[in-house]
């Protein structure tokens, strides 16, 4: 069969597609699934952010995966495609936590990891079968997981990796150690797609996908992980390993990292040059509220100094507009953020994923101002806030981002830098330049910078 495989892109608010051709990392989902799938099979792929998708392809099966604000323009393709007469199969974490829904645009729906069914799907649907739901009874032990292909990563640009030294200097190769985090937070899809679980692939494995990046030319990598200290002593065994290696690395991770020394050392020794980290607020009654009590908002301070002193950037991201936010919280946020130096903000207003605890939470509350899942962004009101409207809590969020990324808080913010690595500290702080020009030609972009 002839497959194709799509990364939706989303809309912005006049109904444009958002493209963009400025990525610092890529997705692997869509040459991944390539490795998976049966040699017997033809597969191609595109991802719409940086392409446009193929609306004419002549495949005999569609794959759609997307996350967030995309799923209502994977929808969109979805029906097209079928009204073509296509089978269509759509997974990620969206259609996994809300198979029903994701049923009415397609055929066949992959839940949760697609490892051990993506064969009986396609062997199905190459004999006129389908399951309709395809779920794999066990997670995946993660050992021996097919290898990408890593110059077909769609959102790296070859012409400018030969050609800019700003590029090389700011693309990050994605690699995954593991999967799952074992935190509450009940406003995170990760923890509730995994169902709390957390699972590693072999350190062997993770070292020669570096190793592989390095004889391509990279220099460094973004840990696609979403909480790659989940299992601490699993994470000194592969920082350890990764000394040697001698390549710069970055990643998401929770500020318990600055709270075991051991940890934080071997991080930095192992070449981690930025932690995008989630403060979410610096209100510990927030933290609280969205089961995220482990970050301890007294401490945030000491903390990010500790980090700091690694030489270790850090990317905050942050949420405006939580039960215990008022409009005062926004002028105290960006003091924070700019007292304690942080890189980059990622802002985020609150957004109640549909099969999260806090949909149900907010659902059941009458609080959900919008279903308009092509708005479940970065930044739109789609709850009502507890202690101002939600247009006061816009203006505040759009206030936060401009104040921060204006010309005298960039250098606040980025001078002096953290202790060595003074050539990345310069590209961050051309990086923050770049935002600041960027955002101020693109305004509509606010709530989707990422």
Same mark, same amino acid.
């Given at each position: 069969?002839?497959?194709?495989?799509?990364?939706?892109?989303?809309?912005?608010?006049?109904?444009?597609?958002?493209?963009?051709?400025?990525?610092?990392?890529?997705?692997?989902?869509?040459?991944?699934?390539?490795?998976?799938?049966?040699?017997?099979?033809?597969?191609?792929?595109?991802?719409? #952010?940086?392409?446009?998708?193929?609306?004419?392809?002549?495949?005999?099966?569609?794959?759609?995966?997307?996350?967030?604000?995309?799923?209502?323009?994977?929808?969109?393709?979805?029906?097209?495609?079928?009204?073509?007469?296509?089978?269509?199969?759509?997974?990620?974490?969206?259609?996994?936590?809300?198979?029903?829904?994701? #049923?009415?645009?397609?055929?066949?729906?992959?839940?949760?990891?697609?490892?051990?069914?993506?064969?009986?799907?396609?062997?199905?649907?190459?004999?006129?079968?389908?399951?309709?739901?395809?779920?794999?009874?066990?997670?995946?032990?993660?050992?021996?997981?097919?290898?990408?292909?890593?110059?077909?990563?769609?959102?790296?640009?070859?012409?400018?990796?030969?050609?800019?030294? @700003?590029?090389?200097?700011?693309?990050?190769?994605?690699?995954?150690?593991?999967?799952?985090? =074992?935190?509450?937070?009940?406003?995170?899809?990760?923890?509730?797609?995994?169902?709390?679980?957390?699972?590693?692939?072999?350190?062997?494995?993770?070292?020669?996908?570096?190793?592989?990046?390095?004889?391509?030319?990279?220099?460094?990598?973004?840990? #696609?992980?979403?909480?790659?200290?989940?299992?601490?002593?699993?994470?000194?065994?592969?920082?350890?390993? !990764?000394?040697?290696?001698?390549?710069?690395?970055?990643?998401?991770?929770?500020?318990?990292?600055?709270?075991?020394?051991?940890?934080?050392?071997?991080?930095?020794?192992?070449?981690?040059?930025?932690?995008?980290?989630?403060?979410?607020?610096?209100?510990?009654?927030?933290?609280?509220?969205?089961?995220?009590?482990?970050?301890?908002?007294?401490? @945030?301070?000491?903390?990010?100094?500790?980090?700091?002193?690694?030489?270790?950037?850090?990317?905050?991201?942050?949420?405006?507009?939580?039960?215990?936010?008022?409009?005062?919280?926004?002028?105290?946020?960006?003091?924070?953020?700019?007292?304690?130096?942080?890189? @980059?903000?990622?802002?985020?207003?609150?957004?109640?994923?549909?099969?999260?605890?806090?949909?149900?939470?907010?659902?059941?509350?009458?609080?959900? !101002?919008?279903?308009?899942?092509?708005?479940?962004?970065?930044?739109?009101?789609?709850?009502?806030?507890?202690?101002?409207?939600?247009?006061?809590?816009?203006?505040?969020?759009?206030?936060?981002?401009?104040?921060?990324?204006?010309?005298?808080?960039?250098?606040?913010?980025?001078?002096?830098?953290?202790?060595?690595?003074?050539?990345?500290?310069? @590209?961050?702080?051309?990086?923050?330049?770049?935002?600041?020009?960027?955002?101020?030609?693109? =305004?509509?972009?606010?709530?989707?910078?990422?």
């Amino acid at each position: 069969m002839k497959i194709y495989l799509i990364s939706a892109t989303h809309y912005h608010p006049d109904g444009r597609l958002v493209k963009s051709i400025q990525y610092w990392t890529s997705a692997i989902t869509l040459p991944y699934l390539k490795a998976l799938t049966p040699r017997e099979h033809e597969v191609v792929f595109t991802d719409e #952010l940086m392409q446009d998708a193929d609306l004419n392809s002549d495949a005999d099966v569609i794959g759609i995966t997307a996350m967030g604000p995309q799923i209502k323009r994977a929808y969109d393709l979805a029906d097209l495609f079928r009204r073509r007469g296509k089978k269509v199969v759509m997974g990620g974490s969206w259609v996994s936590l809300n198979p029903d829904q994701a #049923l009415e645009h397609c055929d066949a729906v992959v839940i949760g990891e697609v490892e051990t069914v993506w064969k009986d799907c396609l062997e199905d649907l190459a004999a006129g079968r389908n399951k309709v739901r395809y779920q794999a009874d066990k997670w995946h032990s993660l050992v021996g997981l097919p290898q990408i292909d890593y110059m077909t990563l769609p959102l790296l640009r070859p012409d400018l990796w030969k050609k800019s030294a @700003f590029y090389r200097q700011y693309f990050h190769w994605p690699v995954s150690a593991s999967r799952g985090c =074992p935190h509450p937070c009940e406003y995170c899809t990760v923890q509730t797609y995994y169902d709390r679980s957390f699972r590693s692939r072999p350190v062997e494995e993770v070292v020669e996908d570096f190793r592989r990046i390095k004889a391509l030319g990279g220099k460094k990598v973004l840990i #696609l992980d979403d909480n790659p200290i989940g299992n601490v002593s699993y994470a000194k065994e592969l920082f350890r390993a !990764l000394i040697p290696i001698k390549m710069a690395w970055a990643s998401q991770c929770t500020i318990n990292i600055a709270r075991n020394a051991d940890l934080l050392d071997l991080a930095a020794r192992s070449g981690c040059r930025t932690l995008s980290i989630g403060l979410e607020s610096v209100t510990q009654e927030n933290l609280e509220e969205i089961s995220k009590g482990f970050n301890k908002a007294p401490r @945030f301070a000491e903390d990010l100094k500790a980090i700091r002193d690694k030489g270790i950037q850090v990317i905050a991201l942050m949420m405006v507009g939580l039960d215990g936010d008022d409009t005062k919280s926004f002028d105290k946020t960006l003091q924070f953020l700019v007292d304690n130096k942080l890189s @980059f903000l990622k802002l985020f207003t609150p957004c109640p994923y549909p099969g999260t605890k806090y949909y149900d939470d907010m659902d059941r509350a009458g609080r959900i !101002l919008t279903k308009d899942w092509n708005r479940y962004d970065y930044g739109s009101p789609l709850i009502q806030p507890t202690h101002m409207t939600p247009e006061e809590m816009m203006v505040g969020f759009n206030d936060v981002y401009k104040r921060f990324y204006s010309i005298p808080n960039i250098v606040r913010r980025m001078t002096p830098p953290p202790k060595g690595n003074y050539l990345e500290s310069m @590209f961050y702080m051309v990086a923050n330049f770049k935002i600041n020009r960027y955002m101020r030609k693109t =305004p509509a972009a606010w709530g989707t910078i990422s």
